[in-house]
C-alpha cells in the first residue's frame, strides 16, 4: 500500500479493467439480479426488512407515507437514487406486474393502461399478509446478518422465504454482461412441484411438469407452446414464449359481428394496444375489421367491431400477426446461486435449491428453539427446586442481610447456578401461589416434551423435510388461487385457402377484394394490373427506378391505398409492372428509354423481404419502360421515337441483374417509348418473319423526355401477320 501522496504510475488499461470489473461485480451482486434462494433482488429484499423490522407495516397496521420507507431504505440499507428504490416498491405492490404481489398500495400506484404512479408524497403502503412469509422467522437465527454500508446497523443477507418466491413472482434485470427475465408461475402449482420433488429427488424436470404446467402470467392471456418446447425451457432455463391476449366472440345485431378481449399479453399496456389495433383500422391493414373501442373497467374488455361478412377467425389471426395482442416473452433464467455467482438454472435446479435453502433455515430455526428451550427449562428445574421447599426458601431470603447473602444461601440450599438464583431472586411474590405453582410445573412439562420433538426433528432428515412440506402445504391452502393463463398448442393454419382480387392502379394505389368482389372506382385512375391471388403468395411489385416489392398477399390493404403506405419510393419513381409470386414463369425481361435492358430471375423476388426499402432488379441510367414475363420462345422488339425498330431473340438477351446492356443504338433526340415479346411460332414468307406492330396512341414527346407514363402506355401489342 502506498502512503498518502505517493503518485503511482499505473497503466490506463489496468486501471480501467480493475474499476470496470469492480462495478460488474457489484452491479451482478449487489443490484440486478435475484438470489435463487429468497427470489429477491437487493433492493427488494431492504424494502421488506424496512418494512416489517424498522417501521413495522404489518398488514393490520395502518399503511404510512411510501415517503418514509423509501427514506428509511435510502438511509439505513440501500445508498442509491431515491427513484429506483421507489419504482421498486411501486412494483412490489402491481397486481398486474407480480403474480402475488407483497406490499397493500394506497393510492395512485399506476395502471394497467400503462399510467405512472403518483410520487411517493403521495402514496401510503404496509405489507401483504404473504410478505410475512419473508419475516416471521427473521428473530430465530435462521439467516445471516451482515453489517450495512456505514456500519450502524445489520441487514440479513437473504430473507427466510418460506414459498419459491423467485419462481412464483419471477423477476427481470439487466446487469453486466448477463440479464434475467423469469416469468411469473402459478403458487400452487410451484408447491406442488416442490412437494414432489421432496418426496422423490429422483424426479426429472419432465415429471416435474406434471405440476408445473407452464408459467401463469397476472393478466391472464394465452401461452401458445409445444410440451417439447416447454420441456426445453425449464430443462435449458432459457426460451421463447409466445404469449396471446384472450378474445371471445360476442352475440351482436345488425351489420357487425363482435370479438372481445378479456385479457392482454404481460407487461403490456391496454391503452398502447387499443391505439395500435386503432391505427391498424386507419391504414386498413386488417381488412373487416372497423371499429375498436375500449370499455374496460377493473377486468379488461375492450371491443373490435367486425363487418358481417368478414371472416372472423382470419381478422383475429391478422390482429395477432400485425398488432401486439400477440407478444414473445423471451425467458431466461438466471439468478445469483449461493455462493454468489450468477447462474442460469432450469426448474429442477432451482427447486433444488430453494429445498435446501429451507432444510438449512428449518434447522437453524429448530436449533435456536432447541437453545430457548433448554434455557427456559434450566430456569423452570430451578423453580421447581425451590417451589419443593418453598417455606424454606422464604425464610432463607427473608433472614438473608442482602441480595448476595440471599444468593449465596440459594445456591448451597438448593443446589442452583447464577442464572437460575437469580430468577428466583426476581420472581414476583404473586408468583408463588399454589395455581401458579401448578402452572410453571405445567410450563415445564410442556417444555420437556417440546424440546424431544425438536431434537427428534434435527436428529431425523426425512422428519424434517417431513415438516417442510406440512408448512408448504398450508401455505398452499391460505394463500392459492386458480391458474389465469392458458396453456395451448400452437394452432395450424387453416388449409382452408382465401382467394383474392388485387389490382394495381396507374398511379401506385393497391387494393385487395375477395375474389367475388370488384375493385373500387377511382377518379382520373384506372386498375391496369388486376391480379387473382391466394393467401399465403405475394405480389411482387417493379418500379420506374429498377426497385422491386415483394408483399405478402395477406398484408394488402381492403382499401385502396397507396403503395407508398407498404413500400419506400422515390417522388420520380412509378409502378411499372405487377406478377404474382405463383407466376408459373421463371424469367422476366426489362427495357429502359435509353435502349438498355436486360432478362432477370423471377425467383430472386417472389418470396417477401426488405418490403420497406426493397430490392434491386436493375440499375439502369433512364426510366425502365416495363417488366414482362418470358416463355423462353419468343423476339423482343423495341420501338423509338424516331420511328426506328430493333428486335432479337430473348435467348440472345444476356442474364442478369443490376446494369443492363445496350439492346437498341439510338441516334442524337431519340429514345425507345415501346417494347413487346413476339411469339416465335409464325408463317414465315421467305427468309423473314412479318410482323404487324401495333403501338398505342402516345402523347407528343420532345427528344429526349424522360418520365413517361409507362404503366399504361410504353407497351407494343404485336401479332402475327396472317
Known amino acids: 500500500m502506498a502512503d498518502a501522496g505517493t503518485i503511482l504510475d499505473i497503466p490506463l488499461h489496468e486501471a480501467a479493467r480493475a474499476r470496470f470489473l469492480n462495478y460488474a461485480v457489484s452491479v451482478i451482486t449487489s443490484r440486478a439480479l435475484p438470489d435463487v434462494r429468497d427470489g429477491l433482488k437487493p433492493v427488494q429484499r431492504r424494502i421488506l426488512y424496512t418494512m416489517a423490522h424498522d417501521l413495522k407495516l404489518w398488514p393490520d397496521r395502518p399503511p404510512i407515507k411510501c415517503a418514509k420507507v423509501v427514506g428509511g431504505v435510502l438511509g439505513s440499507y440501500h445508498p442509491h437514487g431515491d427513484t429506483a428504490v421507489y419504482e421498486a416498491l411501486v412494483r412490489l405492490a402491481q397486481d398486474w406486474v407480480l403474480r402475488c404481489p407483497l406490499v397493500d398500495g394506497q393510492g395512485n400506484f399506476g395502471s394497467l393502461d400503462g399510467d405512472a404512479p403518483a410520487a411517493y408524497r403521495y402514496t401510503e403502503a404496509r405489507l401483504r399478509p404473504l410478505a410475512l412469509e419473508f419475516i416471521t422467522e427473521l428473530e430465530q437465527d435462521t439467516v445471516d446478518f451482515r453489517p450495512n454500508f456505514d456500519d450502524s446497523t445489520t441487514e440479513p443477507v437473504v430473507l427466510p422465504a418460506r414459498f419459491p418466491q423467485l419462481l412464483v413472482n419471477g423477476c427481470a434485470g439487466i446487469a453486466v454482461g448477463v440479464a434475467t427475465n423469469l416469468p411469473p408461475h402459478n403458487l400452487r402449482e410451484v408447491v406442488d412441484a416442490c412437494l414432489a420433488l421432496i418426496k422423490d429427488p429422483g424426479r426429472s424436470t419432465r415429471d416435474l411438469l406434471a405440476w408445473v404446467k407452464g408459467p401463469d402470467f397476472p393478466t391472464g392471456g394465452e401461452l401458445h407452446i409445444t410440451p417439447t418446447a416447454l420441456e426445453q425451457l425449464y430443462e435449458e432455463g432459457q426460451g421463447s414464449l409466445v404469449l396471446r391476449g384472450e378474445v371471445v366472440p360476442e352475440d351482436a345485431t345488425g351489420r357487425w359481428q363482435r370479438l372481445i378481449i378479456t385479457s392482454i399479453p404481460y407487461m403490456l399496456a391496454r391503452s398502447r394496444l387499443v391505439e395500435e389495433i386503432a391505427g391498424r383500422i386507419q391504414e386498413g391493414a386488417i381488412p373487416g375489421l372497423v371499429n375498436v373501442r375500449d370499455e374496460s373497467a377493473e377486468d379488461v374488455r375492450v371491443v373490435l367491431e367486425l363487418h358481417s361478412e368478414a371472416p372472423a377467425r382470419r381478422v383475429l389471426q391478422q390482429l395477432y400477426d400485425k398488432t401486439s395482442l400477440q407478444t414473445t416473452f423471451h425467458a431466461n433464467f438466471t439468478c445469483l446461486t449461493p455462493e454468489g ?79 437460575q438464583v437469580q430468577a428466583v431472586l426476581e420472581l414476583r411474590l404473586y408468583r408463588l401461589g399454589k395455581k401458579d405453582v401448578e402452572l410453571t410445573r ?58 383474392y382480387l388485387v389490382g394495381v392502379s396507374a398511379a401506385g394505389w393497391v387494393c385487395r377484394r375477395g375474389r367475388e368482389d370488384s375493385l373500387p372506382e377511382r ?16 405480389l411482387m411489385l417493379f418500379t420506374s427506378l429498377g426497385s422491386a416489392f415483394t408483399l405478402k398477399v395477406d398484408d394488402l390493404p381492403g382499401e385502396p391505398r397507396p403503395i407508398q403506405k407498404l413500400a419506400v419510393l422515390s417522388d420520380d419513381e412509378r409502378l411499372v409492372a405487377a406478377f404474382s409470386s405463383a407466376e408459373r414463369r421463371s424469367e422476366a425481361v426489362y427495357v429502359a428509354s435509353d435502349g438498355t435492358g436486360a432478362v432477370f430471375p423471377l425467383e430472386l423476388f417472389r418470396s417477401p423481404g426488405a418490403a420497406r426499402s426493397g430490392r434491386r432488379f436493375a440499375r439502369a441510367q433512364a426510366t425502365i419502360l416495363g417488366v414482362q414475363v418470358l416463355q423462353g420462345k419468343e423476339r423482343l422488339i423495341l420501338a423509338s421515337y424516331l420511328g426506328r425498330a430493333w428486335s432479337a431473340p430473348v435467348s440472345a438477351l444476356p442474364r442478369k441483374t443490376g446494369r443492363g446492356v445496350q439492346l437498341m443504338a439510338l441516334g442524337p433526340g431519340d429514345l425507345v417509348i415501346g417494347f413487346g415479346l413476339q411469339s416465335l411460332n409464325v408463317r414465315r414468307v421467305g427468309a423473314t418473319r412479318t410482323l404487324r406492330l401495333t403501338a398505342r396512341k402516345l402523347p407528343e414527346l420532345t427528344a429526349g423526355q424522360e418520365g413517361l407514363p409507362v404503366l399504361a402506355r410504353g407497351r407494343l401489342e404485336l401479332s402475327p401477320d396472317e
Not at 455467482?341 to 432450469?346: D, E, F, N, S, T
Not at 430453494?354 to 430456569?379: A, C, W
Open 442 to 499: 405445567r410450563d415445564h412439562d410442556e417444555k420437556t416434551r417440546r424440546r424431544r420433538e425438536v431434537r427428534a426433528l434435527l436428529a431425523s432428515p426425512a422428519a424434517m423435510l417431513g415438516l417442510i412440506a406440512q408448512e408448504l402445504t398450508d401455505l398452499k391452502r391460505r394463500f392459492s388461487d386458480p391458474r389465469r393463463t392458458r396453456i395451448r398448442l400452437p394452432e395450424k393454419r387453416s388449409n382452408e385457402t382465401q382467394r
Open 341 to 419: 455467482m450468477p447462474a442460469r438454472l432450469g426448474l429442477k435446479p432451482l427447486l433444488e435449491a430453494f429445498v435446501d435453502f429451507r432444510r438449512q433455515v428449518v434447522r437453524r430455526r429448530l436449533e435456536h428453539e432447541d437453545r430457548q428451550l433448554g434455557e427456559r427449562l434450566h430456569l423452570l428445574e430451578g423453580f421447581m427446586r425451590v417451589f419443593r421447599a418453598l417455606d424454606q426458601a422464604v425464610t432463607i431470603i427473608r433472614r438473608a442481610e442482602g441480595r448476595e447473602e440471599a444468593a449465596r444461601q440459594l445456591r448451597e440450599r438448593f443446589e442452583l447456578d447464577e442464572v
Open 523 to 538: 377518379l382520373q385512375d384506372s386498375w391496369t394490373h388486376r391480379l387473382e391471388l391466394t393467401s399465403g403468395q405475394a
